[in-house]
């Protein structure tokens, strides 16, 4: 029903900026949960950032105030803008859909802080 794919993933020195967008296709994401999830290597993956369909949002402590997580429903997208990345930000990030019923995850992005 939803296929989501992320974009924006790259290279940044520490305390650079990167946005990052997942694009659905298949159905419309206004009724979804959208979530950013990301998985370092050799660690579990954790939950980023969430934005509920009215667009609240919640977020890790390790990036509250650096991140930002917001949706665009006519697009079927939903971003997530990373400033004053850290070397601990290096992860591959996924996006997440999830509703009553299945849900859904994309393929991810990779980001890597290094100098």
């Known amino acids: 029903q939803v296929q989501l794919v992320e974009s924006g993933g790259g290279l940044v020195q520490p305390g650079g900026s990167l946005s990052l967008s997942c694009v659905a296709s298949?159905?419309?994401?206004?009724?979804?949960?959208l979530e950013w999830h990301r998985q370092a290597p050799g660690k579990q993956r954790e939950l980023v950032a969430a934005i509920a369909t009215g667009g609240s949002s919640n977020y890790a402590d390790s990036v509250k105030g650096r991140f930002t997580i917001s949706r665009d429903n006519a697009k079927k997208t939903v971003y997530l803008r990373m400033n004053s990345l850290k070397p601990e930000d290096t992860a591959v990030y996924y996006c997440?859909?999830?509703?009553?019923?299945?849900?859904?995850w994309g393929q991810g992005t990779q980001v890597t802080v290094s100098s």
């Open positions: 298949g159905t419309t994401l206004s009724s979804f949960v």
């Open positions: 997440h859909a999830k509703r009553f019923g299945p849900d859904y």
